[in-house]
């Protein structure tokens, strides 16, 4: 069960009730609790897949770390490839 306060403070300025905001509270918390290397390996991937091509996904991934609620560590073009294809 996710933290009381914060379901009941999501409940207050939502319509959702109890249990739908529990549900959120918890993917989002589960969405950001992802693995920085799982998290570019499937960014990657969703990225490909529109067309995208290496050079603007690595940045892309980049500025997107830099945002993330925890802030992943400033990883370099080359350590994000690593990631992707080992």
């Known amino acids: 069960m996710p933290d009381p306060a914060l379901v009941a403070h999501v409940v207050a ?10 549900r959120v509270v918890e993917d989002v918390i589960a969405f950001h609790a992802q693995q920085v290397e799982d998290y570019v390996r499937a960014r990657h991937a969703s ?3 529109y067309g995208a091509k290496n050079p603007e996904i690595f940045a892309r991934i980049a500025e997107e770390l830099a945002h993330r609620v925890v802030a992943a560590p400033d990883l370099s073009e080359r350590q994000l490839r690593r990631i992707v294809y080992g």
């Open 47 to 49: 990225l490909k897949t």
């Open 13 to 22: 300025t939502t319509s959702l009730t109890p249990g739908e905001a529990a």
